[in-house]
Nanobody
Framework: QVQLVESGGGLVQAGGSLSLSCAAS????????MGWFRQAPGKEREFVAA????????YYADSVKGRFTVSRDNAENTVYLLMNSLKPEDTAIYYC??????????????????WGQGTQVTVSS
């Protein structure tokens, strides 16, 4: 069955960095766009970043552009999110996502095919 397993979340001070990983199995990884969404308490799940099948195209929410970097390793079936210059407003549960179609800034969570269980990221001020 499909599994997306996130790791790397935690507590960090504002201005710090964290790196998330997501190990995928149960589907054809290099035929799916991979990405990250996040959900803060009381808010909807929102797009953060995504990378296309071939790693040639990456997409970012305006709120994280220039601070976060998404990447993937098709040989290892893993997608990464490097988060720098973290802010308290980045605090959320971060979810790994996979879909057969491209995921961009306009992709709604309800349309994403596969999800991980989420990992908590907390940024203290």
């Amino acid at each position: 069955q499909v599994q997306l397993v996130e790791s790397g979340g935690g507590l960090v001070q504002a201005g710090g960095s964290l790196s998330l990983s997501c190990a995928a199995s149960g589907f054809t990884f290099n035929r799916h766009a991979m990405g990250w969404f996040r959900q803060a308490p009381g808010k909807e799940r929102e797009f953060v970043a995504a990378v296309s099948w071939t790693t040639s195209n990456a997409y970012y929410a305006d709120s994280v552009k220039g601070r976060f970097t998404v990447s993937r390793d098709n040989a290892e079936n893993t997608v990464y999110l490097l988060m720098n210059s973290l802010k308290p407003e980045d605090t959320a549960i971060y979810y790994c996502a996979a879909d057969g179609f491209v995921m961009t800034q306009t992709t709604r969570a309800v349309n994403v095919h596969y999800w991980g269980q989420g990992t908590q990221v907390t940024v203290s001020s």
